[in-house]
């Protein structure tokens, strides 16, 4: 085959998928090894905040790991459908057992691996000579040489009929009404149109997840991954992240909320009815969520009883065309009760255009909010909330009082799985950019396509894409089977989102000058790709108190 080589004589993409399979086992064995020792090191995971830096480390070998296991795992029952599989498996592969052995080398005292292990494992004679095959100039070249001239990669392979016709349907929804919007929309700063959010409802996008029994589609995570991805592809801002905020209210929902809220609201969301905005964040209080301070204070409003909330907010999307605001306050006002004294309420309010709005009811309250200026993510506008007094009924409160934190962290899981496929089809959106600029520019009297390093870059990206692919699919599948698992969509984003930055900045480089103006959608990719990995846990955060906590309390 035109592909791996691999260098144990075999020239099939099965040895090649074999070849990387064991080169992934020998980097797990070492990384298993690293993470026990981690655990020895921090107590269960109790002391990470003394080794910060290690469990940094930690978390992001696992999680690249788990990637290049997601990657084979699809190689090997997919190669025979998808010509490219089996080399970006052997090539990703080979790129993470080569960090791996650098990481645990210099650090050998942290991770406490033994030089005995390292022989056996990613510093074993076998492991090196994969990744010089695997990474061998003319085998990233060849697959950024395929890139090239199929102007991008061909259509990951689906075994389910559902999943291909879902995502056949959402791409030709996505290409002809998203795409030719998604431009304008950057440029002018714009919200997103009513007629994308029309469309989106009767073609039942936000209902994809919810159950039937409430109106939705029951189709699980899988297709809502691929439903985002398409979207994302088209625009992040403008499509891509408007199935997110809904998704995320409606896993609170189904965890804590009472019948009597899931009847009311899941089928509103389901059809469309209601926009979603979700507001955490104050402007001194994001990562550290147990010290929310926006006060919810038991009431009565013409004889209604509820509570009146009061304080501020940031980076609040989409607040302004929102319907409802899923907002997490605190209820109890003592400071030491942390986490335990939050909870979780659906506020009503109208929509507003624009960037700006007042929200005023009949009995005082209001909610006024100003959308930040940001460089990319545009279409949804992110909101500072001043709330004084603002009523909202009792019957609003998601679940009980004091369990607004963990039902939070609940829908949170599910954001961070739906940036997975966010990042993905951003990333692949750049990918494709970038392919077709190289067949279309000359310099030097020859398409820049045809040139050594752009093949490398591209095959590069390729294989980078690809396992971010899988590894959120993979998320996907494992949060269909049990939804209290937050540790692989949390992987899954925080490799994506570092995938999704650096191709399209090497697609931006790609397009040369051409990728600094604003008139080029790679520059949209670019702004557009830096705030991945601040949103749904910024990246430390992620590491640290999500993943390595995770990882280390096992």
């Known amino acids: 085959m035109a592909g791996i080589q691999e260098h144990e004589g075999a020239a099939s993409a099965a040895d090649a998928v074999g070849a990387a399979t064991r080169t992934a086992e020998r980097v797990r064995k070492a990384v298993d090894a690293a993470l026990a020792n981690g655990r020895k090191l921090t107590d269960g995971g109790k002391g990470i905040d003394d080794h910060q830096a290690h469990a940094e480390r930690l978390a992001y070998l696992a999680t690249e790991a788990l990637a290049a296991e997601s990657l084979i795992g699809y190689a090997r029952e997919a190669s025979s459908h998808d010509p490219i599989a089996a080399e970006c498996a052997a090539i990703f592969t080979g790129m993470v057992a080569s960090r791996a052995r650098t990481a645990l080398g210099e650090h050998a005292d942290a991770f406490g691996v033994s030089s005995t292990l390292l022989d056996e494992t990613v510093d074993s004679p076998e492991a090196r000579a994969f990744v010089r095959a695997a990474l061998a100039d003319r085998h990233v070249e060849g697959l950024g040489g395929r890139v090239v001239a199929m102007r991008g990669t ?257 829908g949170f899981a599910a954001g961070r799985l739906q940036t997975g496929g966010r990042a993905t089809g951003l990333a692949q959106a750049a990918l494709e950019a970038a392919a077709v600029y190289s067949n279309e520019r000359s310099q030097f009297g020859q398409p820049i396509g045809s040139y050594q390093l752009t093949r490398n870059k591209l095959g590069r990206m390729a294989a980078e894409i690809a396992a971010s692919r899988q590894l959120t699919y993979h998320a996907a599948r494992i949060f269909d089977e049990d939804e209290s698992r937050a540790l692989e969509p949390a992987m899954a984003k925080l490799f994506t989102c570092d995938v999704a930055v650096r191709t399209t900045q090497e697609a931006q480089l790609l397009h040369g000058g051409w990728g600094f103006a604003e008139e080029f959608p790679i520059c949209r990719y670019v702004v557009d790709a830096l705030v991945l990995p601040i949103f749904e846990g910024v990246k430390p955060i992620l590491e640290l108190k999500v993943i390595a906590r995770s990882l280390l309390a096992q």
């Open 154 to 410: 061909p259509d990951s392979f689906l075994d389910n009929d559902v999943d291909r016709a879902t995502r056949e349907a959402v791409r030709a929804f996505a290409q002809e009404e998203v795409a030719p919007l998604a431009q304008h929309i950057h440029l002018k700063d714009d919200l997103v149109p009513e007629s994308i959010i029309r469309k989106m409802s009767e073609l039942g996008f936000f209902g994809m997840a919810i159950p039937e029994t409430y109106g939705g589609q029951g189709m699980g995570n899988v297709a809502m991954i691929l439903t985002t991805e398409e979207l994302s592809k088209a625009s992040l801002a403008s499509a891509g992240s408007l199935i997110t905020r809904p998704e995320i209210l409606t896993k609170a929902l189904l965890a804590g909320g009472t019948e009597g809220q899931k009847q009311e609201w899941l089928p509103k969301i389901a059809a469309g009815d209601i926009m979603v905005a979700i507001s955490v964040t104050e402007p001194d209080t994001g990562s550290d969520v147990a010290s929310v301070k926006v006060r919810a204070e038991r009431g009565e409003q013409g004889g209604t009883p509820g509570y009146f909330i009061s304080g501020a907010k940031a980076w609040c999307t989409f607040a302004g065309r929102a319907n409802v605001i899923a907002m997490l306050t605190r209820t109890d006002a003592d400071p030491a009760k942390g986490a335990r004294g939050l909870s979780l309420f659906i506020v009503p309010k109208d929509a507003f255009e624009g960037h700006e709005f007042v929200m005023r009811q009949p009995g005082g309250g209001t909610i006024e909010g100003k959308a930040d200026r940001t460089p990319g993510y545009r279409g949804m506008h992110s909101y500072t909330l001043q709330i004084d007094r603002y009523f909202v009924p009792a019957g609003n409160l998601v679940g009980k009082e004091g369990q607004g934190f963990y039902l939070q962290m609940s």
